[in-house]
């Protein structure tokens, strides 16, 4: 089954109930969806794999070698589709999980999702706390700067848009105009 994006996050709060796991659940999902619209992909299916893809996070926090692990377990338990469960093992390809990208939506989750936490987090540091205004070049200065956001792995990001296909610089774009319509609902903008 591929739930839909309420029985998604139904599934994703069973067993997460820290909000800003949700919110980046809902950050990755945006930005998914995003991206489905670019490469032609099933906006659903790929929303559903951007919401689910941390189902683990909270279970494995204290051994993170077992996230995306144990998420075949739970996914299963719910009778997802395993085009969703790869995709979920996929976006921890050489951390923690061997299940290599395959396809656009993999590669895209793999890429996207350490860079939505690392364009939100320059958002948050901005006067206007919103990415109405960021561009480009204002998160490639905190790209360059380590100590901003530093458990982001810049490492990954580019690997993954090398992966895509895209220059960094254009993932980098579309993931800010991915994530400008939905910033209130992810910490950002006049909440």
């Known amino acids: 089954m591929i739930p ?16 800003s796991h949700i919110k980046h659940a809902r950050a990755v999902e945006g930005t998914m969806r995003h991206f489905a619209r670019r490469f032609g992909g099933d906006e659903e299916l790929w ?3 951007g919401i689910l893809h941390d189902i ?8 993170p070698a077992r996230h995306c692990n144990l998420a075949p377990e739970l996914l ?13 093992q996929s976006h921890g390809w050489g951390i923690c999980s061997d299940a290599e990208p395959r396809d656009d939506m993999e590669k895209t989750l793999f890429t996207i999702d350490e860079l939505t936490g690392l364009i939100i987090t320059a958002g948050l540091v901005r006067p206007s706390k919103s990415l109405a205004d960021l561009e480009v070049k204002s998160v490639k200065k905190k790209w360059k700067d ?20 895209v220059p960094l610089d254009e993932v980098i774009q579309e993931t800010i ?14 909440n």
């Open 4 to 19: 839909t994006k309420d029985e998604a996050f139904t599934i994703l709060r069973k067993h997460n109930s820290d909000e």
């Open 47 to 49: 929303g559903v794999v």
């Open 56 to 63: 683990d996070w909270e279970k494995t926090m204290s051994d």
């Open 76 to 88: 299963r338990a719910e009778g997802v589709d395993e085009v969703v469960i790869h995709a979920v």
């Open 146 to 165: 380590k100590a901003f956001a530093k458990g982001v792995d810049r490492d990954i990001i580019q690997k993954g848009a090398d992966i895509m296909g």
């Open 177 to 190: 105009l991915a994530l400008r319509p939905i910033e209130s609902d992810i910490g950002l903008g006049s």
